[in-house]
């Protein structure tokens, strides 16, 4: 009989334990949990990390809220659906957190998105920009209401706000008509790029090339030869996962008769410059955020991240630090950590976050263009300044060209 | 070897204690993380009827995964078919594919097939991105719905659907069936000399591999509600492959148990944050070098006294 | 050629159809032509032997007819039917089985399951329950006590023993075998011998055997048919070949003009 038994001893204990040390649904008075899916491997998962318990302290600092603590529960969602959709059960089913905040790649918050619904949290996105995310909160709210984007503003947003610079920059300031567009083939690029092309030819300029390649792509010289050939004068890129540091070694080690600019989410990166031997000169990177006075809370809360993580955030350091404040507000505004009630108290959010003041769509989407969050675009120059050289209302510097074409 | 009242006793216990579990441990997530271990159990089982007992690998059993997965997919989005039709059409398109890749590799010797099917898989993957207008590109299909409401007895019913795969293909393995397919893993001119249509057996058992894989990626899509192009990458055929290896290849319930561990250490190291990867290969790399006819399997006959 | 010819004339005039025919039978591979053009038949319940130094095409040949490699020309006819351009399995589905003269038995299988693969070949699969046909198989060729053996401990001999069983369990009316004395101590051999005798006799086979060693032919087959480079250079009873000029030649050297004769 033994004989029979014990073979199931071990892994029935195993099992058993496992099972049970599974935390305890959260008591009633204990802190408030956050639960935080990102790519904890990646500098945007680290900087996400930082904002949210940054503004944590703060708020838990003066008391927490509704009387109770704040507290972060972190889990890996990788850049894999798979990984992702086991990170939200993991916060919701096992760590029974109370609000999510997080993400970063499009196609993974897409995946965890019917999970999230189903598990009835509210989620705030602080990374991801693909309109699709939120587009189900209109054409079924009653199952996706608490699906919330906070930062950054969406790709077609940003497409817009590329057009602005385009059309203000390129062709007004500078005179440029012909423009190039290359852009990884990842899906907010696919939503991005039509609205741009659109809104690019609408405002004037000449689209001469539109073009995607892989994310993979590591010898550029083909694309970049297309782009000379296309007469273009200058190449706006989109780029997240794609190796920035790569296309733009082989951008400047070619003496690229044209300059770029665009939307390059590493090229965001503090340290990006000095990554790549200072060849990213010239190139004018929209941010979501810099270090300026976009609002009264942009400069101390940069500040108090060096100090906290010892480099610059990258944009979800700030989208997670506005995103604990929003909820933490709205929370105290329903009197209840009930999900419906802070919904209703989330919709009418009208808060002065890092980047601006940030307001919800009825898509539950944060609001874009003059008075809300902008793109701002600032250029890499000498040394590794960063000058934002558009919006006009808030530049700190002038727009050069690149060192080998100076004499333009 | 022949199978032992303990043999029979063991699985009967290993099955209660799968389905008991989520109920004892009172977890959703639980259900969740089971139901994954399971479906890649089912993976796990497939390849090693055909690819463990005949010893002709497969080193892109995904491509059979994402054709079920993605046919689920499809018939959810864009034809808006009752889901449960997926079932019996992912087996078909999952055996469409054995049939195309294996009709003119498996009667060559050499490394075709392996290469073939290697390929096959990253072609897959390679069109999904390609085409992703039609197929939704990297982010993939979405707006699956679950086949069963309750994640519980969705996970039952799925554990079901792994006991059954289990089931039919040891009875096959054991069967003159699995003898032949063990005997061309032995010499295939001697089993041709045996008067065996070796061919056959190669593409009829790929066909039977393929048709449970191609369930598994349906009942994985209807569980994580979209399907995407990693389906089909070389990482889920070698995770694969690693599963039948820990779990002792040829058995079918090693490579089943293996499956169901390694998913589980998986979620386990969470509490590992950063060095949950590390750890993880770490783990595998030591049953690997230390372990090289595996561990489950060799473990249990250990355990029960069987003689080897 | 004629003498060849001649001899096939008595043959065919006394059984009919011959079980066995082959003609013309060519195979290149690249430069060098291993098998040029062989044509012989074989008479229902004959042993008959091919005898050749080695590289004589002895083996291709024996792939040739079995399947396993595709002449470029020729034919090969069993009972009537054409085997050219047939898979290998078919063919032994046909009734023509053949050993190999490097035995590979099925690694991790008994003895049994060995020969139990070959039971359950098409041809003989339905007649009987395959386990107790394969006992029975084993019973004939003394392997009834080692059936539960794995194969990798069998001794050399035996495994010779269960290559022709393996090759008997399919039902055969024509059996070929590659070499079955090669590598035996000089007690194995008269055993394995006994062993073809009897088999021929009880099981009313037709058998052609291979070796290069003559004296092991010499009580075993009533027939020689003799190869070399490729050619079949001489046919007749083994007394006659063995005073062959062109057998001698092949064997032993040139008789005039090179002057190292033995």
Not at chain 2, 52 to 74: K, V
Not at chain 3, 242 to 251: F, G, L, Q
């Amino acid at each position: 009989m033994m004989r029979f038994i014990k073979p199931f001893i071990m892994p029935a204990v195993a099992l058993a334990a496992w099972g049970t040390a599974l935390p305890a649904s959260a008591q009633d008075k204990g802190p408030i949990r956050i639960g935080v899916p990102t790519a904890i491997q990646l500098q945007i998962g680290r900087d996400t990390q930082t904002g949210v318990r940054m503004a944590i302290d703060e708020i838990n600092a003066k008391g927490g809220v509704l009387g109770r603590k704040l507290e972060m529960v972190v889990a890996d969602e990788t850049e894999n659906p798979e990984q992702g959709i086991a990170a939200i059960k993991k916060l919701t089913a096992d760590e029974k957190v109370d609000v999510m905040i997080g993400g970063y790649t499009s196609g993974v918050t897409l995946a965890q998105l019917p999970h999230i619904a189903r598990s009835k949290t509210i989620y705030m996105e602080v990374g991801a920009a693909s309109p699709a995310i939120t587009q189900r909160v209109k054409s079924d709210y009653d199952n996706y209401k608490y699906i919330f984007r906070s930062f950054p503003i969406n790709a077609a947003h940003q497409a817009r706000g590329l057009v602005d610079f385009i059309s203000g920059m390129l062709k007004d300031e500078m005179k440029i008509q012909n423009i190039a567009i290359v852009g990884e083939n990842a899906k907010w690029v696919q939503d991005l790029v039509p609205i741009l092309k659109k809104g690019a030819t609408e405002a004037g300029a000449n689209v001469k090339l539109s073009e995607f390649f892989d994310t993979s792509t590591s010898d550029f010289s083909p694309l970049l030869a297309k782009v000379k050939d296309s007469g273009a004068q200058y190449l706006i890129v989109i780029l997240s996962h794609a190796s920035s540091d790569i296309f733009v070694k082989q951008w400047y080690d070619a003496r690229f008769p044209i300059p770029i600019g665009g939307i390059d989410v590493k090229g965001q990166d503090q340290d990006f410059f000095s990554r790549v031997g200072g060849k990213a000169i010239s190139e004018t990177v929209g941010n979501f955020a810099v270090r300026a006075p976009l609002t009264a809370k942009t400069l101390p809360f940069w500040d108090a991240f060096v100090k906290a993580a010892g480099t610059a955030p990258v944009y979800t350091g700030v989208g997670g630090y506005d995103a604990v404040h929003i909820y933490a507000e709205a929370v105290e505004r329903a009197k209840s950590l009930e999900p419906d009630a802070v919904i209703k108290e989330l919709e009418k959010t009208d808060y002065t976050g890092v980047a601006g003041k940030m307001v919800f769509d009825e898509t539950h989407d944060v609001k874009a263009g003059p008075g809300f969050v902008n793109l701002l675009f600032a250029q890499w120059q000498a040394d590794g300044k960063r000058e934002v050289v558009w919006p006009k209302q808030i530049a700190t510097g002038k727009m050069i060209p690149p060192p080998w074409m100076q004499v333009q | 070897m022949k199978v032992r009242a303990i043999d029979i006793g063991g699985a009967i216990g290993a099955v209660a204690l799968l389905a008991l579990a989520p109920v004892l441990g009172n977890s959703g997530y639980l259900t969740g993380v089971l139901t994954l271990c399971v479906i890649y159990a089912i993976w796990a089982a497939s390849w090693d009827f055909m690819s463990g007992l005949t010893g002709r690998e497969n080193f892109g059993h995904a491509l059979f995964i994402g054709a079920g997965a993605y046919t689920a997919g499809f018939l959810a989005t864009v034809y808006f078919a009752n889901p449960w039709w997926s079932l019996p059409l992912s087996v078909v398109v999952a055996m469409a594919f054995a049939v195309i890749v294996g009709f003119p590799t498996l009667r060559l010797r050499g490394p075709y097939f392996a290469l073939a099917m290697l390929s096959a898989a990253a072609i897959m993957q390679r069109l999904m991105l390609i085409f992703w207008e039609q197929t939704g590109g990297e982010e993939g299909l979405y707006g699956l719905e679950p086949l069963i409401n309750s994640p519980l007895h969705y996970y039952w019913f799925v554990l079901a659907v792994m006991v059954v795969t289990a089931a039919v293909l040891m009875l096959l393995a054991r069967s003159h069936w699995g003898l032949i397919l063990r005997a061309i893993k032995g010499d295939e001119a001697t089993c041709q000399a045996a008067g065996i249509n070796v061919t056959f057996y190669k593409i009829a058992s790929l066909m039977i591999s393929a048709a449970f894989a191609g369930l598994g990626g349906a009942l994985y899509a209807h569980y994580q509600l979209q399907v995407s192009p990693p389906l089909f990458s070389v990482i889920t055929s070698i995770t694969i492959i690693i599963m039948v290896y820990v779990g002792g290849m040829g058995s079918i319930w090693g490579p089943v148990l293996g499956a169901i561990l390694l998913t589980l250490l998986t979620e386990m190291l969470r509490g590992f944050g950063e060095y949950r990867l590390w750890i993880y290969t770490l783990v595998l790399m030591l049953i690997l070098f230390f372990l090289p006819g595996g561990l489950v399997a060799p473990l249990w006959r250990r355990l029960t006294g069987a003689r080897s | 050629m004629s003498e060849t010819a001649a001899v096939d004339a008595q043959v065919r005039g006394a059984a009919g159809v011959p079980l066995l025919a082959v003609d013309g039978v060519r195979k290149r591979f690249g430069g060098l032509t291993a098998v040029k053009g062989a044509s012989f038949t074989l008479a229902a319940g004959e042993i008959v032997g091919i005898l050749g130094p080695n590289g004589a095409g002895k083996t291709t040949l024996f792939n040739l007819l079995t399947g396993f490699i595709a002449p470029d020309a020729g034919s090969v006819k069993l009972d009537g039917h054409e085997l050219k351009g047939l898979a290998p399995y078919r063919i032994v589905n046909r009734g023509l089985a053949r050993t190999f003269q490097l035995t590979r038995p099925f690694l991790g299988m008994s003895v049994l399951e060995n020969v139990l693969v070959a039971c359950l070949a098409p041809r003989v699969r339905h007649r009987m329950a395959s386990e107790e046909h394969a006992r029975r198989i084993l019973d004939q060729v003394g392997l009834r006590e080692k059936a539960a053996s794995p194969v990798e401990v069998l001794p050399y001999g035996d495994l010779r023993r269960l290559e022709i069983a393996r090759a008997l369990a399919t039902d055969p009316r024509l059996l070929l075998l590659d070499e079955p004395f090669a590598g035996l101590g000089s007690s194995e051999i008269e055993p394995l011998a006994n062993l073809i005798k009897r088999l021929h006799r009880e099981e009313n086979l037709t058998i052609l055997i291979i070796e290069h060693k003559l004296r092991e032919f010499m009580a075993l087959v009533s027939r020689v048919i003799a190869m070399d480079f490729g050619e079949i250079i001489a046919v007749g009873t083994p007394a006659e070949i063995v005073r062959h000029p062109r057998v001698i030649e092949a064997y032993i050297g040139r008789t005039e003009g090179d002057g190292a004769a033995a």
